[in-house]
C-alpha cells in the first residue's frame, strides 16, 4: 500500500515562509513525477508545481518566483518551498506521485494559511 504523508503546513503572516514536505512509502513503480497541488474553499484542485524524474520542473504562473519544487529521490521525498506567500496561498496543499504503470496516488493534503 502506497502512503503519501505531507507536512510543514501552517499559519504564517503575509510575505512570510513554509516548508512541505512529501515522504512516500510502499510498493510502488519508478516515480515518473511528483507534484503539489492546492484547494482553495469554493475552488477546483490547482497544479501549484511539479517535478519529473529527469529533474523537470513546472509551476503555476500564480506562484512562479516565489515557490521552489525539490526532490530527494533517495528518500522519495518532495518538498515546496514557499516564499513571500500572499493570503490567496490560503488553501489545503496536496502532495501527487505518478509512477510507470499509470500509477496514481494523492496525499490526506496540509493546510496553509496566510493572514494579511
Known amino acids: 500500500q502506497v502512503q503519501l504523508v505531507e507536512s510543514g503546513g501552517g499559519l504564517v503572516q503575509a510575505g512570510g515562509s513554509l516548508r512541505l514536505s512529501c515522504a512516500a512509502s510502499?510498493?510502488?513503480?519508478?516515480?515518473?513525477?511528483m507534484g503539489w497541488y492546492r484547494q482553495a474553499p469554493g475552488k477546483q484542485r490547482e497544479l501549484v508545481a511539479v517535478?519529473?524524474?529527469?529533474?523537470?520542473?513546472d509551476y503555476a504562473d500564480s506562484v512562479r518566483g516565489r515557490f521552489t519544487i525539490s526532490r530527494d529521490n533517495a528518500k522519495n521525498t518532495v518538498y515546496l518551498q514557499m516564499n513571500s506567500l500572499k493570503p490567496e496561498d490560503t488553501a489545503v496543499y496536496y502532495c501527487k506521485l505518478r509512477t510507470l504503470r499509470l500509477g496514481l496516488y494523492w496525499g490526506r493534503g496540509t493546510q496553509v494559511t496566510v493572514s494579511s
Open positions: 510502499g510498493r510502488f513503480f519508478s516515480i515518473e513525477t
Open positions: 517535478t519529473s524524474s529527469s529533474g523537470v520542473t
